[in-house]
Structure formats: structure tokens, C-alpha cells
Antibody, heavy 124, light 113 residues
Framework: QLQLQESGPGLVKASETLSLTCAVSGGSVSSSTYYWGWVRQPPGKGLEWIGS???????YYNPSLKSRITISVDTSKSQLSLKLGSVTAADTALYYC????????????????WGLGTLVTVSS | DIVMSQSPDSLAVSLGERATINCKSS????????????LTWYQQKPGQPPKLLIYWASTRESGVPDRFSGSGSGTDFTLTISSLQAEDVAVYYC?????????FGQGTKLEIK
């Protein structure tokens, strides 16, 4: 059974960099049929896609966040990483790691597995 | 960006009755080369991550009860719960994966009347 486990500091100071990791178990992060994505959800609000990465390192980023984010993958550790710079209170959210269905030469499809999420609060 | 708009924002339905949630995209998410609608539905219960219910607008994910069904094409889509159960209380989101950035509807909160 696939498990996605997000982790990272629950509190980040404004203007600093938020760093999260997602440990993937029960499945291979190097599979050719999946991308791996990050999605966030501010408390009591809706879902926002942050970005997605393939095991080769190929990425798609949300243009609204692109200047501040870096998503990477470490296949040897079977984990993903998200870095979001220059954070503000607007970045306070529950951050989810997710698996995304992929077919070669296509844009990745829907998210079929989600981690439980990790709450990050930005303090001033 | 493709804007996804759901209606209503909230909905109260009696147990055993039908619940219908609508989702409209600002542009078509039907890919003409394969005639597939790049639209999915998720269910999110309190304190839980979203759960995939429907993909390709109408394909039910494995293990999802058959009272859940998706329909529609192009820009207008519907999620229907044929006979509401207590465990269906949740927020439901549609999402397009036709193009990046992937975008979600604002969510529809479903409650028991």
C-alpha cells in the first residue's frame, strides 16, 4: 500500500524559506507511470496546485509560485522535497504530497494518492 | 489559467435522496484527439486529505461506491450521488488536468438535511 509522509517545520518565519520533504513508501518514486505533486490548502479554504516532478527531475510549476519554489526528487532516498522562499502569511497552509498518473509525452493527469499533509504556519 | 466554478457552494440533502454538484470550466477540457474530458472529482472529509472519486469526468475510481457518478463534457460537468449516505458528508472538489496550472473548483460542502 502506497504511503506518502510529509514532514517539515510546522512554523516558519516570514521572509524565510519553507522546506518540506515527502517520504514515499510502498511504491517506487522512480516509476515511469507517475509524477509526484505538491498541493496546498490554506486553513478552511480550497486546494492549490504548487508543482509536480518526475523521477528524472522534470518539473511543472504553478506560474503563480514559480519564482519562489523548487521541487526536487531523491530516488535513492525515495523522497521528494519542496522549498518555498520568501514566505508570507499567505503561505500558511496544509501542504500535501500526492501521486499523479502519467502517460509518456502527456501532461500529468489526476492525483490518485495523497499524503495526510503537514501544516505550516508562517509567523511574522 | 482555466477557472473552475462549482455550484452550489453548499448543499443539504436528506438521507437517501439525490445530491447533484455542478462544475463549470472557463474553457473546454475536452481533448479532441482522444475525446476525453480532463476532469476529476475529489471528496474531502474533515481532517482528511482529498480522495479521488472520479476521473476522465465519468470513470469511477476503484473502490468508490456506485452511487457516485460523474457526467458532462466540454465545460459543464456534474457529480451525482444517487442515494445520500451519512458517510458522504464532505466537501467535493472538481479539478481540471487539461493544462497546467492544474486548477480546482472552490469546493461544495455537502451536508445532511
Amino acid at each position: 500500500q502506497l504511503q506518502l509522509q510529509e514532514s517539515g517545520p510546522g512554523l516558519v518565519k516570514a521572509s524565510e524559506t519553507l522546506s518540506l520533504t515527502c517520504a514515499v513508501s510502498g511504491g517506487s518514486v522512480s516509476s515511469s507511470t507517475y509524477y509526484w505533486g505538491w498541493v496546498r490548502q490554506p486553513p478552511g479554504k480550497g486546494l492549490e496546485w504548487i508543482g509536480s516532478i518526475y523521477y528524472t527531475g522534470s518539473t511543472y510549476y504553478n506560474p503563480s509560485l514559480k519564482s519562489r519554489i523548487t521541487i526536487s526528487v531523491d530516488t535513492s532516498k525515495s523522497q521528494l522535497s519542496l522549498k518555498l522562499g520568501s514566505v508570507t502569511a499567505a503561505d500558511t497552509a496544509l501542504y500535501y504530497c500526492s501521486r499523479q498518473i502519467y502517460e509518456s509525452r502527456q501532461v500529468p493527469y489526476y492525483f490518485d494518492y495523497w499524503g495526510l499533509g503537514t501544516l505550516v504556519t508562517v509567523s511574522s | 489559467d482555466i477557472v473552475m466554478s462549482q455550484s452550489p457552494d453548499s448543499l443539504a440533502v436528506s438521507l437517501g435522496e439525490r445530491a447533484t454538484i455542478n462544475c463549470k470550466s472557463s474553457q473546454s477540457v475536452l481533448y479532441s484527439s482522444n475525446n476525453k474530458n480532463y476532469l476529476t472529482w475529489y471528496q474531502q472529509k474533515p481532517g482528511q486529505p482529498p480522495k479521488l472519486l472520479i476521473y476522465w469526468a465519468s470513470t469511477r475510481e476503484s473502490g468508490v461506491p456506485d452511487r457516485f457518478s460523474g457526467s458532462g463534457s466540454g465545460t459543464d460537468f456534474t457529480l451525482t450521488i444517487s442515494s445520500l449516505q451519512a458517510e458522504d458528508v464532505a466537501v467535493y472538489y472538481c479539478q481540471q488536468y487539461y493544462t497546467t496550472p492544474y486548477t480546482f473548483g472552490q469546493g461544495t460542502k455537502l451536508e445532511i438535511k
